[in-house]
């Protein structure tokens, strides 16, 4: 999940804030940001619309390529 952490630091936000909005653990966000968890599509879905990027960019910032 390489483009989860970049976008997040990107838009300045902490791990707790955004696992507090999608409902998750601070320790959940930590775990997909570090690749020890891989969540599931319901939850990358919710990371996709929270953030405003696709899936691709989540789980391999294929988009901050072509930036």
């Given at each position: 999940?390489?483009?989860?952490?970049?976008i997040?630091?990107?838009?300045?936000?902490?791990q707790?804030k955004?696992?507090?909005?999608?409902?998750?653990?601070?320790?959940?966000?930590?775990?997909?940001?570090?690749?020890r968890r891989?969540p599931?599509?319901?939850?990358?879905?919710?990371?996709?619309k929270?953030?405003?990027?696709s899936?691709?960019?989540?789980?391999?910032?294929?988009?901050l390529?072509?930036?």
């Amino acid at each position: 999940m390489k483009g989860l952490k970049i976008i997040r630091k990107e838009k300045n936000l902490k791990q707790l804030k955004v696992a507090l909005d999608l409902n998750i653990s601070r320790e959940a966000l930590s775990y997909y940001e570090n690749g020890r968890r891989e969540p599931s599509l319901d939850m990358l879905n919710k990371l996709s619309k929270y953030f405003n990027v696709s899936i691709d960019f989540l789980i391999n910032d294929e988009e901050l390529k072509k930036r």
